[in-house]
């Protein structure tokens, strides 16, 4: 599998990250020289193997679905680029 | 005493609490230092006042005779750990100017039993390389030198800030993080102790994330000693962290005295790869006589899918940072540049916050998550991660430690790799196994290149048996007797 421009292009899309048309070329290049070095996992005849879902086997902690910590809206928003009366400003989202 | 920064974090420690120095003495002799070694760019900031305040504290608590077990000794942490009050970038200019509301929990269990902080070190940026080139603070200079050679060398990464200043005693020992090999790798760069611990051994809240199922905190540190104490205060349940185990924290330090008569060492095959320089080969050989030497026995094990395991990183790591690292996104914090409407706000905002290396990984991740790509790429590698785990569970039904090389190389020269970021890659082709598996490992200083340069083992361990991996350690390092130095080039 190769990726070319219009691909790299839609997956900074997806991504978020605007790019330069002039920088397409070289990151297609360097997507690619990994993907080509990553199908080498294409050798490993993996049909009967399960997908690890855990690095070390433990079962997942439950907790009661309750509040913990409250009125932390100022530390909530004080790092923020934009905010106002403790909300976050973001650019308008809807006409 | 004159040379206080000389001392290790267990004579530090002993030497507090039988009141022959005070911490302020302590600190304001690393202090010191700090400010004289700006060329190492170790530190990113430096909480002197609040450094001083705490070592007044401990100081307090030590005259009466209280205080925990880091009462009073001066730390540096990655720049990765959220500290309250204290700017928290992950080395990336996306968080600059983030100033967390909370502690992370590894760091609030160090100042919990004492310690004193000293500053925030220098990382790859989101801990993504193995160089510490990646940094948006700049690159990090290894203390260490090539003979006759005053070229500047990458500390290793992405714990290059932690390897260096504790190479350069500009703290006691460090917090470090590591994820395919980020605590081992600089410490092998840097004649330093790097112990990545189980995963779930120490807690992630408060960590800045990267690939959550492979991230751990642990130490790097100047000896064995100093790792295992280090180890012993940062880990623990944490019910913040549902990854982290609630399982008791043994008393590391005190493991030590175990040796390693009995024990049975195994030299995993697969590890002597083509084209590894002979002195590292030399080097591993040195360490398994060593070990026998000691007392143990050491056999030939196999783990057959080791080839597979860079590969497999890079689809893994990626896929999960790609997914962490979307939470950067110009509004709740760090940095914001405005576009026509809230898309273009985020796709300028993450375009000019985030570094080449981590834009790549994010790219490279988002292909192999989305649609049609996932089973091919991120399901494959999860798979692979089955096989290679499994492979080091047969060879732990035969043999207690295993014994590597650290890294395929000493330090090379800040430069010499960006260009190519597979040749980067390889750097982790003996660690990131175990991040994949979940293993404890350690890096121990066991000798040096030719030109002069440390030279590292690994040691790998059952998982939560970093007792055993400390022992073996231990008997590495008391054998090697590494005690050379870097020259203090720096402060001139």
């Not at chain 2, 089955?386 to 430069?415: C, H, K, Q, W, Y």
Request: charged letters at 25%.
């Amino acid at each position: 599998m190769s990726v070319d421009q219009k691909t790299v292009r839609h997956i900074a899309r997806l991504a978020r990250i605007a790019v330069r048309d002039d920088e397409l070329e070289a990151l297609a290049k360097e997507l690619n020289g990994i993907l080509d070095w990553v199908e080498q996992l294409g050798e490993v005849d993996t049909a009967d193997v399960e997908p690890m879902t855990s690095a070390v086997a433990m079962a997942m902690k439950m907790r009661d679905d309750v509040v913990t910590e409250t009125n932390l809206q100022k530390e909530v928003t004080r790092n923020a680029p934009g905010a106002e009366d403790g909300f976050f400003v973001v650019p308008k989202v809807v006409e | 005493m004159t040379d206080l920064t000389s001392l290790t974090l267990a004579e530090a420690r002993d030497a507090l609490k039988k009141k022959e120095i005070t911490s302020v003495e302590l600190t304001g002799a690393y202090l010191k230092e700090m400010e004289a070694a700006g060329a190492l760019n170790a530190y990113v900031t430096v909480t002197a006042e609040k450094a001083m305040e705490m070592a007044r504290a401990s100081d307090a608590k030590l005259q009466k005779g209280e205080g925990g077990p880091l009462e009073g000794v001066p730390l540096g942490i990655k720049d990765l750990f959220c500290t309250k009050d204290v700017q928290t970038t992950a080395c990336s200019h996306i968080l600059e100017g983030f100033v967390p509301p909370y502690e992370s929990t590894v760091t609030a269990n160090l100042w919990r039993d004492g310690a004193v902080m000293l500053g925030k070190l220098n990382n790859d940026e989101f801990a993504m390389g193995s160089s510490n080139e990646t940094s948006h603070y700049g690159a990090v200079v290894n203390p260490w030198r090539r003979q006759g050679s005053d070229a500047k060398l990458v500390p290793g990464g992405s714990s290059g800030g932690s390897s260096a200043a504790v190479a350069a005693r500009l703290c006691a020992a460090a917090t470090a993080t590591d994820t395919g090999g980020s605590i081992r790798q600089p410490a092998a760069f840097t004649g330093t102790v790097g112990l990545k611990p189980t995963y779930g051994r120490c807690s992630r809240w408060g960590i800045v994330a990267f690939a959550s199922s492979l991230d751990q905190a642990g130490p790097i540190a100047r000896d064995v000693r100093d790792a295992a104490i280090m180890l012993r205060s940062m880990a623990g349940h944490d019910a913040k962290d549902t990854t982290s185990v609630d399982r008791l924290v043994p008393d590391y330090e005190a493991a030590l005295a175990g040796g390693v008569k009995g024990l049975s060492v195994g030299i995993p095959k697969e590890y002597r790869v083509e084209g590894m320089p002979k002195e590292i080969d030399d080097l591993w050989t040195r360490g398994i006589e060593w070990l026998k030497a000691a007392g143990a026995t050491v056999k030939e094990v196999s783990l057959p899918h080791t080839k597979y395991a860079l590969p497999t990183y890079y689809i893994v790591a990626p896929a999960e940072c790609s997914s962490n690292l979307a939470r950067y996104d110009g509004v709740r914090y760090g940095l914001r540049v405005e576009g026509r409407d809230v898309t273009e706000m985020y796709e300028n905002t993450r375009a000019a916050g985030f570094g080449a290396e981590v834009k790549r990984r994010i790219l490279m991740g988002t292909y192999v998550l989305s649609a049609g790509y996932y089973d091919a790429y991120y399901l494959k590698a999860q798979k692979l991660r089955t096989l290679i785990a499994r492979d080091f569970t047969e060879a732990f039904s035969e043999v207690d430690v295993l014994l590597t090389p650290t890294a395929p190389s000493a330090a090379f020269a800040i430069g010499e790799k960006t260009d190519d970021p597979l040749s980067m890659y390889l750097n982790d082709v003996f660690t990131v196994t175990v991040n994949l598996a979940g293993l404890p490992g350690i890096s121990v200083p066991a000798g040096l290149s030719g030109e002069g340069l440390p030279l590292g083992l690994q040691l790998i361990g059952r998982t939560f048996d970093e007792e055993t991996l400390l022992r073996a350690a231990r008997a590495i390092e008391e054998a090697a007797e590494f005690t050379a130095a870097p020259g203090a080039w720096w402060r001139a």
